[in-house]
């Protein structure tokens, strides 16, 4: 089972140190430093190989029609596209499927299968710390993401309900996750956006934090505990709404293609893996 630990200069909060009155068991931090933050909701993906996700905590959309982004991909949520992989993490798969293929997408017979995830009437939260620990997939035309979605959505539509993108990231810029805030007179292409460059190797080469720090008025951005991005309603465009000041609730997925990525080509290989480690929400001190 995974532990929520932080590191410290001569020590670490995962001490094996006892004290009075407190299971020895349990980690206990040293004198005088704060306890580990503690999530009011998580999934740490613990569970047999081959285990389905936790649908007490997340919801899948299914099918092919693009959504929103010309994407080449059907959703399912068939174990060879979404499990758990026995070793503590959710695998989300992005396969390549025999031609003529069994799914129908909106430019004809489906060429991928992959998964989304949302916790959509499971879960949602006004401000707070949300983050997860990644490795991102790998290869031209494939785009995962982290990122969240106003409750709102059916309500008022998309963008007036909201969109964080906690991380995205795209197989041609390998070095590059971006984070991005989408609202009424700033979505799609004109999203607020900045992308942070891995200073070496790619981001498919290892597990990485992504997470924002989300307060009244003000969206920060971190990747592995740096902050990168920031963003408060002065930074909006003329005329653009300020409209993070109600629930959203999380989304995980796997795309393959789309207007922003392009399309896989020659050297893309399948499948590709969106490996998750965790996601965890916290309060926001």
């Known amino acids: 089972m995974k532990r929520f630990c932080f590191a410290l200069a001569a020590f670490t909060a995962c ?29 740490e993906f613990e569970g047999p190989a081959g285990t389905s996700f936790d649908r007490s905590k997340w919801t899948a959309d299914t099918g092919g029609n693009g959504f929103g982004n010309q994407e080449r991909q059907f959703y399912t949520t068939l174990a060879e596209n979404v499990a758990l992989d026995g070793n503590g993490n959710l695998v989300i798969t992005a396969r390549a499927e025999p031609q003529p293929s069994a799914y129908a997408c909106w430019y004809g017979s489906c060429r991928y299968t992959s998964a989304r995830l949302k916790t959509k009437g499971l879960f949602a939260r006004t401000y707070g710390r949300f983050e997860a620990r990644i490795r991102v997939p790998r290869g031209q035309g494939i785009w995962p ?14 963008p007036a309900c909201g969109e964080i993108d906690i991380m995205e990231h795209i197989g041609r810029e390998p070095a590059i996750a971006y984070g991005t805030l989408h609202g009424p007179g700033y979505s799609g292409a004109q999203g607020i956006s900045r992308g942070e460059r891995l200073a070496g190797g790619n981001y498919a080469d290892d597990f990485h934090i992504f997470a924002v720090s989300w307060r009244p008025n003000e969206i920060r951005w971190f990747i592995d505990g740096r902050q990168y991005h920031r963003l408060t309603p002065a930074d909006l465009p003329a005329g653009g709404k ?40 916290y309060p926001d001190p």
């Open 242 to 281: 300020w409209v993070f000041d109600h629930p959203f609730f999380l989304l995980l997925n796997l795309a393959v293609g789309g207007a922003w990525p392009g399309d896989p080509d020659a050297s893309t290989t399948f499948p590709q893996q969106l490996v998750v480690d965790y996601v965890r929400a």
């Open 15 to 43: 001490s094996s140190m006892a004290s009075p009155g407190v299971d020895p068991g349990e980690p206990v931090p040293p004198a005088g430093v704060p306890p580990d933050p503690v999530p009011f909701w998580s999934d």
């Open 145 to 158: 993401a982290f990122w969240m979605l106003g409750t709102d959505i059916d309500a008022v539509g998309w």
